[in-house]
């Protein structure tokens, strides 16, 4: 890939990671002092990626700047996870790259919490590997213990908590709209499956 394949492919790296984020173009100028018209046509492609721009991009999503300009890899095969905290729970980023199926390792702390259900864009498949997860999805309240798995449509209003104030360890595969963990006849209904895995 030469240099200008690489550059050609930064404006949609950065849009779907800004999306993944769920990060406004405002939002983003905001925090990084970048004008939000410049951010528009970097990810566009009408605006050439230059250091002075992605340097505030990449402290801002927390990412190596080598991620947001797909370098090749050094030939170290050690994988450098950074955690992400947010809404009280820690995130642990399995996939390098924007777009697509993205994979996480999900911490959820030990405490018992009132469901906050939100909604967004896209399709969830999750795995619990430790404790009790309590799962709720639209009017469905679940609990799901260690080596079950569901799968959901974000779009319907969807909370993850522990359900018995443990810590509780969980795989999930998160797919944009669209994109499924599993591609299976029935229509979606939004309703989470679960599956076990004895």
Do not use: C
Request: net charge negative; proline share 8%.
């Amino acid at each position: 890939m030469d240099h200008d394949d690489v550059l050609d492919a930064v404006g949609p790296r950065l849009r779907a990671l800004r999306r993944e984020r769920g990060i406004t173009l405002a939002d983003l100028a905001a925090t990084t002092g970048v004008s939000e018209s410049t951010l528009s046509r970097l990810e566009s492609g009408l605006r050439r990626a230059t250091l002075e721009l992605l340097l505030p991009l990449a402290r801002t999503y927390d990412v190596p700047l080598d991620d947001l300009v797909g370098a090749p890899r050094t030939g170290d095969p050690r994988i450098h996870l950074k955690p992400i905290h947010r809404f009280g729970m820690t995130f642990v980023p399995l996939s390098r790259r924007p777009g697509g199926v993205q994979a996480f390792k999900m911490i959820i702390p030990a405490e018992l919490r009132e469901p906050t259900p939100q909604t967004h864009d896209g399709s969830e498949w999750l795995y619990v590997f430790n404790g009790h997860l309590r799962l709720v999805v639209g009017e469905r309240d679940l609990v799901l213990p260690p080596g079950e798995a569901a799968e959901f449509d974000t779009s319907v209003p969807h909370w993850l908590g522990s359900a018995d104030g443990g810590v509780v360890e969980l795989l999930i595969l998160f797919g944009p709209q669209g994109t499924r963990a599993h591609v299976r006849a029935e229509g979606n209904t939004g309703r989470p499956r679960r599956a076990d895995h004895g």
